[in-house]
Every structure is written in structure tokens, then in C-alpha cells.
């Protein structure tokens, strides 16, 4: 429901907190794409396919999509971003389902970017950065299977950057006294738009929910 925040809906919808579900007990979906807006709200790109030849892909799971994806298109080199669901089994599924545990899938943020204004590595230091990758299945507040850390790579090279940078987080977080990070690294599944509303939720609503926050710890290499 447009307006409600991540927090009313996991509760009035959550199957499952702490476990994904299986595919065979996952919903079937539908072959119906979400329609969604052709142009971004902040920066007035274009929100879907075509995009400019030489940008490349991202993809992030860190809590709620809508302080995730803000996160990102503040980051200078993002030509464009959008919220939507992956890593699950469900087609074209809707926020509700997703809430409901029964479709697998991630809340995450799909990044266009300008390789030529902004490495993948600064993408991943954002990422690090301002979530905590230590809390399975949830982020904050927002307690369920949808909410999990997750890296979702496009090619070889963006595997290797996001296992390196995740190594070298962990020892951040071992000094700090912090637990091992959750945040899955797998390749990047078929991404599904979220609804119209969803779509640069904070911009459209200044003083909307945002339940991502970090841990505190810089990505410093020294």
C-alpha cells in the first residue's frame, strides 16, 4: 500500500524471518511485468533498458530499497537506479508477496553507473559503509528474510572486487568486535522492478521511513 512503511507491511505480511523458503513451496507469480516509470525521478534518466553504451550494472541488497537506493544515486557517476526484488524464485512479484516471506527474494538496488566517473570498487565502499552486513536476515528494525545483506555481480571482476573488499571489511569489523558479515556474494539473478511508488521512495517523500544506518566503520585500506 502506497505511503506504508517496510515496518507496517513485514508485520501485517512476514511468513518467514529467519529462513528462506524453498522453491517448491514459493509462489508462482506471474508473467505480467510491474510497470514502472520510464524516467527517474531525481535525475530525469531513464529508469529502464536502453541505457547509454558504455555504462555498466550493479547490484545491492542492504535493508530496505528505499534508503539503499538513495545511497546510491547521491553517488556522482550513477546514471540511474531503481528498487526491485531478486535472489528469490517468484516472477514479477509484488511487494506484499515479498513481504510474505513466500518468494525469496531480496529487496535490493539495481545501480547504472559510468565506469568512466565511478569504480565498482567505490560502489562496494558505499555499501559497506552505510549497512550492517552482520545481521542476517534483517537490517535494524526491519526483521526478515528480504532485508538480507547481499552483493549481486555482473561479471568475474566484480566478483573478485566484492569477495576482496568483503574479506578486508571483516577484519574491520573483527577489530571493532563486530560479528562475521552475512552478506551474500552471488551472481546476479533476473531483477524485477518494484512498484511505481517504491521507485525513489525518499525523493518523492522527504520524510519517509529509512531504517539503513551502518555500523560506524570506515573502509579504510591502511
Known sequence: MPGI????NRDKYMFSEKSLISKEKALSGRLEKMPVPSSHFVNSHSLVPPFPENVLFAMFGMGCFWGAEKKFWQVHG????AVGYAAGYTPNPTYEEVCSGLTGHNEVVFVVYDPGQVTYEKLLITFWET???TQGMRQGNDIGTQYRSG????????????EETKAHYQKLLDSAGHGGSTTEVIKAPEFYYAEDYHQQYLAKNPNGYCGLGGVGICYSKE
Open 5 to 8: 512503511g517496510c515496518q507496517v
Open 78 to 81: 550513477v546514471y540511474t537506479t
Open 151 to 162: 552483493i549481486y555481480y555482473y561479471d568475474e571482476k566484480q566478483k573478485q572486487l566484492a
Open 131 to 133: 549497512h550492517n552486513p
